[in-house]
């Protein structure tokens, strides 16, 4: 299966940090996690998906695209992004650097015969902030949305050896299937309703506020820091005067 938008003659697939955590769309019981703000990606942060990518290491670039992806060929991938048609998601620290991202792609047309249209999910997160649970987290949020579009189901391709990635499927409630080596995941979704349109929503939302601050403490830090620097050269030039 084509991935949209993915670095010539290769189908991506998906590494993301590990979890234990089920997801909300199965039936079964989920366990606790603190919530994580989950922020959309539009063309604007285009540079910040571009550095997310290239700061993959080469066996990172591996399982997220199925082969070693060069630095020409991350960027040509994201310069094909169509943020009009498909859906983007990231996680950002407090330094607003993006930590964790999600590409949700749609299709107009069914992508394996016989199945009805589906979603493919696709994401990263970032070596040093694996373990947290943010794999999980990008992926129920991935369901959310999906649900909320009339997609059946979710799909996901991957390498057989990207156990993270296919931990979270099974974990959801997906069928597996391995063929040597590569693997392709469905997951069947129930419809949407009130508390998903709703849950979007207010997620949206909360998300938007959570960025927001973070952007204005990063604002007022760099000022600080470009106050202190010019404060220091005053103090310099004042000392040497006296001099």
Do not use: C
Not at 4 to 21: D, L, M, Q, R, Y
Not at 22 to 29: I, K, L, R, V, W
């Amino acid at each position: 299966m084509e991935f949209p938008a993915a670095p010539p003659n290769k189908a991506p697939t998906s590494e993301i940090g590990a979890t234990s955590v089920s997801s909300p769309a199965t039936q079964g019981p989920t366990r606790h996690r603190s919530w994580v703000p989950v922020r959309s990606l539009t063309s604007r942060h285009r540079d910040r998906i571009r550095a997310h990518l290239l700061a993959l290491d080469e066996h990172d670039r591996y399982l997220r695209f199925g082969f070693p992806a060069s630095d020409a060929q991350i960027s040509h991938y994201v310069d094909a992004l169509d943020f009009e048609r498909d859906e983007l998601f990231g996680i950002f620290n407090r330094r607003l650097d993006l930590i964790a991202m999600a590409h949700l792609a749609y299709s107009p047309k069914p992508q394996v015969k016989g199945r009805p249209a589906m979603a493919e999910f696709g994401g990263t997160v970032k070596q040093s902030a694996r373990a947290r649970g943010l794999g999980a987290r990008l992926f129920d949020h991935a369901i959310l949305h999906a649900r909320n579009r009339g997609i059946d189901t979710l799909f996901i391709q991957a390498l057989s050896e990207n156990t993270a990635m296919l931990k979270i499927a099974r974990n959801a409630g997906a069928e597996v299937q391995r063929d040597g080596p590569e693997a392709e995941a469905w997951l069947a979704l129930p419809p949407d309703d009130f508390a998903s349109q709703l849950g979007e929503m207010v997620e949206g939302q909360a998300a938007e506020w959570d960025y927001q601050l973070k952007l204005q403490a990063h604002r007022v830090q760099a000022m600080m820091k470009a106050l202190g620097e010019v404060t220091s050269t005053i103090e310099g030039t004042d000392r040497s005067g006296s001099n």
